[in-house]
Structure formats: C-alpha cells, structure tokens
C-alpha cells in the first residue's frame, strides 16, 4: 500500500493519474463522434469530477486550467 501510495503523485505530475486516462477516453469518443460511454453519463462520475476548488501541486514547468468554467 505505500509504494502504491507514494507512486500516485509522480503519476499525477507526469499526466498519468487515473482521472487523465479517463478524460482522453471522453474527449476520444467526443472527438469521434462517438456516444459517450455510460460511466460518463452516471451523475456520480459527474458529482466525482466537478470541483469548485482545485488545490494542486505542481512543478512550475507544468499548467493547468481551471477545473470549472466560471459558472459552473
């Protein structure tokens, strides 16, 4: 469990997180034209990726966009 643990922030910092790999797979089948995949039309999935606040660390090197658009 530690090693897990201790690995997830590199893989969070390299772009390889969990929540990464399931936004390309939306914005694949977006870009597709495709029907998104049910888990992406669940309101827990929705409730799950929605944040008013994002408190991330990053290197300097790295950018990031706002969670939200104002608004929302």
């Avoid at 201790?6 to 893989?11: D, K």
Wanted: with cysteine.
């Amino acid at each position: 469990a530690w090693r897990t643990g201790n690995s997830m922030p590199a893989q969070v910092l390299s772009g390889q997180g969990a929540e990464r790999h399931l936004q390309g797979l939306r914005q694949a089948a977006l870009a597709a034209g495709e029907p998104l995949p049910e888990i992406f039309l669940d309101p827990a999935y929705a409730q799950a990726t929605h944040f008013r606040l994002c408190t991330l660390q990053v290197t300097p090197e790295l950018t990031w966009e706002p969670p939200n658009p104002p608004g929302n």
